[in-house]
């Protein structure tokens, strides 16, 4: 009997570790797609990517076809459809490229290259920190609503201060501070969240909420990612 179980537990880690291999690959797909899609934009479409980014219009019609499709995706994992839940993780990934092209405007190769390895170093931390840590993070879900929360509102409040003369680098800096550490805490609790979850489901439904839990793993990135472009940013701007 011991032998059996013995064989079920291995069996079952190795299952698990082929599944948190798909979400990682799902997430890193959309990362990479998204690059791509900014860098040839940004690159090679030029013209047409700053009619875009400085097109109010197109700004909302991006918002809101990024809210319709995160609210189709949701739908579909519900239902357990992963072939489209995963089409449509590409199809945000893909407008979030359009959305990031402008990067190639204000930051060098070298500069973009540097908040990607930071981005990497961030995420990756706290990323095998959830996967290998003992503690329960679940824990941890009121606290980062509470911080997200704040960080909505602390935004909002920094943003009417720009549309009326007051961009100040030194709050852009410690807003985009919190962010990092907001979004690194979070890949630690959906990393480990994910993890709990191929213990409470199998099959399709297992499948597709791995689909949306890599859609998590790529909002902390993307999040942190353009919080470290935005520290970098500014502190150039305060030195100039």
Not at 61 to 83: C, D, E, G, H, K
Not at 110 to 135: D, H, R, Y
Not at 209 to 218: D, E, M, T
Request: net charge positive.
């Amino acid at each position: 009997m011991n032998k059996n179980y013995t064989v079920y537990s291995a069996n079952r880690k190795e299952s698990l570790n082929k599944y948190l291999m798909e979400v990682f690959l799902n997430m890193g797909l959309s990362l990479l797609l998204t690059f791509i899609v900014s860098f040839v934009i940004g690159y090679f479409f030029r013209n047409f990517a700053v009619f875009v980014l400085s097109s109010f219009v197109c700004q909302i019609v991006l918002l809101l076809a990024n809210i319709v499709v995160i609210s189709i995706l949701r739908t579909q994992v519900a239902s357990s459809n992963t072939t489209l839940a995963t089409t449509l993780l590409y199809l945000f990934a893909f407008l979030i490229g359009v959305n990031t092209s402008y990067i190639y405007f204000i930051f060098t190769i070298n500069e973009i290259f540097f908040a990607l390895l930071a981005s990497s170093i961030f995420f990756l931390s706290m990323f095998f920190f959830g996967l290998f840590t003992k503690k329960n993070l679940s824990k941890w879900s009121s606290i980062l609503s509470v911080m997200l929360f704040s960080l909505l509102i602390m935004n909002s409040i920094n943003l009417i201060l720009f549309f009326i003369g007051y961009n100040i680098s030194f709050i852009n800096i410690l807003l985009s501070s919190f962010s990092i550490i907001l979004f690194s805490l979070y890949t630690a609790y959906d990393i480990q969240n994910i993890k709990n979850l191929y213990f409470a489901y199998d099959g399709d439904r297992l499948k597709s909420i791995g689909v949306y839990g890599a859609l998590h793993l790529y909002l902390n990135f993307i999040n942190i990612f353009q919080s470290i472009l935005r520290i970098m940013y500014y502190t150039r701007k305060k030195d100039e």
